[in-house]
């Protein structure tokens, strides 16, 4: 059994920050990646950013590279988007993933664990 708990959403400003976090439990030695994707009002769901789990190779899509860090802290089984420089294009639910492989996230994978999303406004 697997938990991803997600929290720090909310209402920011255009310009602004926020920090997601996401609290994993249940069989979380057996991942190797955990990441965030989002859901815009009446678009699709779409890869936001991946790290290995344990170890680091984040990897981003290209729209939010340079504005978003992902990490981790593996003491409390914990990851975290940190969300600098917000557009109100970047207003959406944020879903927490992770999966037993690495491979593939951003090109089409569907990792097997989610959260339940947190919801991110950015106001113009």
């Known amino acids: 059994q697997v938990q991803l708990v997600e929290s720090g959403g909310g209402l920011v400003q255009a310009g602004g920050s926020l920090r997601l976090s996401c609290a994993a439990s249940g069989r979380t030695f057996s991942f190797a990646a955990m990441g965030w994707f989002r859901q815009a009002p009446e678009k699709e769901r779409e890869f936001v950013a991946v790290i290995r789990w344990p170890g680091s190779n984040p990897y981003y899509v290209d729209s939010v590279k340079g504005r978003f860090t992902i990490s981790r802290d593996n003491a409390k089984n914990t990851v975290y988007l940190q969300m600098n420089s917000l557009k109100p294009e970047d207003t959406a639910v944020y879903y927490c993933?992770?999966?037993?492989?690495?491979?593939?996230w951003g090109a089409g994978r569907k990792p097997d664990y989610w959260g339940q999303g947190t919801q991110v406004t950015v106001s113009s």
């Open positions: 993933a992770a999966d037993h492989d690495f491979s593939g």
